[in-house]
T-cell receptor, first 110, second 116 residues
Framework: QQQVKQSPQSLIVQKGGISIINCAYE??????FPWYQQFPGKGPALLIA?????SEKKEGRFTISFNKSAKQFSLHIMDSQPGDSATYFC?????????FGKGTHLIIQP | DGGITQSPKYLFRKEGQNVTLSCEQN?????MYWYRQDPGQGLRLIYY???????QKGDIAEGYSVSREKKESFPLTVTSAQKNPTAFYLC???????????????FGPGTRLLVL
């Protein structure tokens, strides 16, 4: 079964700290690994994405680290802010669409 | 103003009733998707369509049906066979680049379905 395992389920970080969310996948046919951010009652919005030919991608305070041999990737949020409080989903993408992790509920304490 | 619209925002279903959720996009995307979101379960794929008049079952298609008569529209019907329909339903769309290259999926605002 194609799965993407995401951890932790919930995370509390102090303002200004680094938030780290991890994902592991099984399907080696995945060729696209996005992270989505979702606020309560809203649809998910693409935050940042990476393809397996690079090991790291950075956009502002958000960085994806990708380890193809370990089949793992992670999201780092630097200088975390209260406005970053949301649910984050990782996903693996293949021919049939995206397979999502179960999400991480992130709370940034002021 | 480009994007994906879903209606209604809230929908109530009575026992034994079929209900239809609307999804429209003006992004000129070929592919459209329906996901179901339950607390702590992430997003699970119900159906997807890569071309008009064609669609494929996802992981949890039982109790649901779709149609794709127009490129812009991909309505989802929750049938009476779906015994636990209470959830947040999300529609998404993406471009296609070949059949194996995943493009970014953009999501609508969602429809929350509740059972009376």
């Amino acid at each position: 079964q194609q799965q993407v395992k995401q951890s932790p389920q919930s995370l509390i970080v102090q303002k200004g700290g680094i938030s780290i969310i991890n994902c592991a996948y099984e399907n080696t046919a995945f060729d696209y690994f996005p992270w989505y951010q979702q606020f309560p009652g809203k649809g998910p919005a693409l935050l940042i994405a990476i393809r397996p030919d690079v090991s790291e991608k950075k956009e502002g305070r958000f960085t994806i680290s990708f380890n193809k041999s370990a089949k793992q990737f992670s999201l780092h949020i630097m200088d975390s802010q209260p406005g970053d409080s949301a649910t984050y989903f990782c996903a693996g993408g293949g021919a049939d669409g995206l397979t999502f992790g179960k999400g991480t509920h992130l709370i940034i304490q002021p | 103003d480009g994007g994906i619209t879903q209606s209604p925002k809230y929908l109530f279903r009575k026992e034994g009733q079929n209900v239809t959720l609307s999804c429209e996009q003006n992004l000129n995307h070929d592919a459209m998707y329906w996901y179901r979101q339950d607390p702590g379960q992430g997003l699970r794929l119900i159906y997807y369509s890569q071309i008009v008049n064609d669609f494929q079952k996802g992981d949890i298609a039982e109790g649901y049906s779709v149609s794709r008569e127009k490129k812009e529209s991909f309505p989802l019907t929750v049938t009476s066979a779906q015994k636990n329909p209470t959830a947040f339903y999300l529609c998404a769309s993406s471009r296609l680049r070949g059949l194996s290259f995943q493009e970014t999926q953009y999501f609508g605002p969602g429809t929350r379905l509740l059972v009376l």
